[in-house]
């Protein structure tokens, strides 16, 4: 079988960290998010190729990512797009890559900027022994939570209804953006699209096919999380780190507390600061602050200054309240 790693957001509700790199290459302890995909699709002999679907502003990045990387089965499938407006939807975007990339096999779609804590071989096992569509779903024990992701009932293994962001959801169950599909259900994609449609989430395809055959949920406990925002990229660095720290040897602290779950990036220069829940980049410096719960980019430069729930991008300069 064939992979599709999804990878063309723009992540907006991340900017400015994520201006100017995809969200799938924030780091997670020594890795990133989407290299730990990559790392289990590496190591699974089911999986022949994996295509990296990604949009045109990103592609040199990813480029110069996989090439640096010794990850052997990934390759690009570029998107010709280079901002939001001009996407096409998950789903129109999939059906084209089957397409140009001639795509006759059985497929796993799994998005770029998921944090997952179960095996995706165990899920793989499972689509083979149903030998159906497989959706992997995820209690988020909130039902505001679920509002945002398509809502799946079951019967059994079954799933008997699927609703994309309900506006009043029944339970808590949801699907995470990770699917196994047969080659005979991929060749319903046209069809769905050419009926009008939505082409965005690839759960609206789900809701749409799990009316005309047999669709399964493979359910997990653990941990899960959809990297979109600069909270759960903070809640997915914490889950990691496990209320431990991760500092760069190459980092210089001077009368600096490293609190819990944070992440200090190479050549960074931490002065007189307290840190909480942080991440920051290489080669920033703060000096005199206390900073919790933030994402400061790299090459940024910050003095006499508390910060709670901030997104500081790329070299900025902010002292005594003054920024540039």
Sequence with gaps: MKAVVLAGGYATRMWPITKHRPKMFLPIGESTVIDRIFSELEADDRIEEVYVSTNERFAPDFEAHLADSEFEKPQLSIEETTEEDDKFGVVGALAQLIDRENVDDDLLVIAGDNLISFDIDEFLDEFERRAAPTLAAYDVGSREKATSYGLVELEGDRVVDFQEKPDDPKSTLVS????????????????????????????????????REDTYAFTFEGAWFDIGTPESYLDAVAWHLD??????DSATLEDATIGENVHVMDGVTLADTDLEHTVIFPDATVRNGDIRRSIIDQGTHIEELDLAGALIGAHTTITNGSDR
């Design 176 to 211: 995470i953006a990770c699917y196994a599909f047969p080659q005979d259900s991929l060749s319903l994609l046209p069809t769905y699209l050419e009926d009008g449609n939505n082409p965005d989430e690839p759960g609206w395809f789900v809701q749409w096919l799990q009316n």
């Design 243 to 248: 209320g431990d720290s991760l500092v760069a």
